[in-house]
């Protein structure tokens, strides 16, 4: 009979976490040992094959059931590899040891079984939190079933509608003004959008023909309330969501009649059919932003903020790590009389909160996320609104990878090429056609282009690095390469 000594014990239970069973083949429990090697063996081969799929993977596993699955497997398999650490340490005999090698041993196999098993416990609770925290963003189920053969119903576009909300606790009662509009059109088949931006002030918005709101304001003048009732800053268009939220008599009673209205007048302006839309509340990009450590910008210049308030403050120039508070005031500050440094107009303001956007998903890593995750969980849930259905995510998460890597164009339909106190709808839209064909044509010229350009070749003709460009004002421009450090110059 093997005779072991309390190194040895511990070496084989080490190395039956790394290969289960290779504590029963060295302690000749052969037939056991194989069993265990060819079941790790299965397990190996489907995670591998897991990885090789992890972008089919990850779609799947924003469904409810399959987290349900997964948080049972975790815990299942918590107990099991416990179980063969615990195993392989008796096999392995150390009743043969002296008392003082069994006590030191058996301590060290009990840590081992307990830390084994806390990896699965940890990927359990994250699915059990991040299920909580997708089922209270996205719908539970969709009108219509979501077909995931035909996700888009034969559609070659996928329109979304990407507000930013001023939700402050201070405005409770006066409903949201969606101080960030914009509009991506997503090419399904290759990931290549076109996003729209359209400034908070734009006025007279028109609305679908037919519907309840298009009746209370017909054309030409749209969306255009006397004197006295709000003219001049509640008939913007950042005031659609909150009329309509407001006035149930006008918009209908229905629950989401606020995003229906919104998502109908950027329809009839861009000649778009706005699928879903998503709702960001600002000052919960504030705590997500607090839960991720901060992000780095550069600031140009100070940038001041609540001017003439207690809670303002300056935003100093520079390159720096700023909260959640100064972040989001660096891309909401605009001039006030009485201020002492720049805030600027509404128009550098989107390119500001452009910039935030940008440095958030350049600096997000992996390690950042799960870390923190519970807490980027809880902020989610305060941050997001969305019509978008659940079932639909296992398809959108693929399509958001193709988008990650396709050509993204902007155009931002801002002064001085449109006035949006008298803006020209037609020529929105005409605007707005003609830049989807561009990028379609753009990108079925890089498609087509040869391996090998020719010296005459222009840059366009590159495949890889898709450029990310920004049209604004018959310039084109880097999308976050004004303040984010790494990605080009510095500068607003």
């Not at 000052?283 to 903020?305: F, M, N, P, S």
């Amino acid at each position: 009979m093997r005779r072991w000594t309390a190194p040895s014990v511990i070496g084989w239970t080490l190395a039956s976490i790394v290969v289960p069973g290779a504590a029963h083949l060295r302690a000749g429990r052969k037939r056991t040992g194989l069993i265990m090697v060819g079941i790790f063996g299965v397990l190996l081969i489907g995670a591998v094959v897991a990885l090789l799929n992890a972008e089919a993977l990850a779609g799947l596993l924003l469904d409810p059931t399959w987290l349900a699955v997964v948080t049972g497997l975790c815990v299942v398999a918590g107990l099991a590899w416990a179980a063969v650490v615990i195993s392989s340490y008796i096999v392995l005999r150390p009743a043969r040891l002296s008392r003082q090698g069994q006590i030191g041993t058996g301590a060290v196999a009990g840590v081992l079984a307990v830390t084994v098993a806390l990896p699965f416990g940890l990927v359990a609770t994250t699915a059990r939190t991040s299920n909580d925290a997708i089922g209270s963003v996205f719908q539970d189920s969709p009108s219509q079933p979501v077909d995931h053969k035909d996700p888009w119903r034969g559609r070659d576009r996928l329109n979304i509608a990407l507000l930013g909300g001023d939700g402050a606790n201070s405005r409770k009662g006066v409903s949201i003004r969606t101080d960030s509009i914009n509009v991506v059109s997503i090419d399904v088949r290759t990931g290549d959008s076109m996003v729209f931006a359209l400034p908070r002030e734009m006025e007279n918005a028109p609305f679908p023909p037919g519907s309840a709101l298009a009746k209370r304001f017909p054309p030409p003048k749209n969306f255009w309330l006397p004197p006295g009732q709000g003219r001049g800053s509640a008939d913007l268009i950042n005031g659609i969501w909150a009329y309509a939220d407001m006035h149930p008599e006008v918009a209908g009673h229905a629950a989401n009649r606020a995003p229906e209205a919104v998502k109908g007048a950027l329809g009839q302006i861009l000649g778009l059919k706005i699928d879903y839309y998503m709702l960001v509340n600002m000052w919960g990009v504030a705590r997500l932003i607090d839960a991720l450590g901060g992000v780095t910008i550069h600031v140009e210049q100070d940038i001041c903020y609540g001017v003439g308030r207690s809670d303002g403050g300056v935003v100093k120039a520079g390159t720096r790590t700023l909260n959640g508070t100064q972040a989001l005031w660096y891309g909401r500050a605009r001039d006030h009389p009485g201020s002492t440094c720049a805030g600027a107009d509404n128009h550098t303001r989107m390119r500001r909160q452009q910039c935030v956007m940008s440095a958030m998903l350049t600096q997000l890593n992996p390690s950042n996320v799960l870390l923190k995750f519970n807490a980027l969980a809880h902020a989610a849930k305060q941050t997001f609104r969305t019509d978008i259905p659940r079932d639909l995510l296992q398809d959108l998460v693929p399509l958001a990878q193709k988008v990650k890597g396709a050509r993204v164009s902007k155009l931002n339909f801002v002064p001085p090429a449109y006035n949006p106190a008298y803006p020209d709808y037609p020529r929105i839209r005409k605007a707005a056609s003609a830049a989807i064909a561009r990028s379609r044509g753009s990108a079925q010229a890089v498609r087509t282009a040869p391996a090998t350009p020719s010296p005459s070749s222009t840059a366009t003709a590159t495949r890889s690095p898709r450029p990310r460009t920004t049209q604004q004002s018959g310039r084109v421009e880097t999308l976050g390469s004004s303040c984010v450090p790494g990605t080009g110059k510095k500068g607003t």
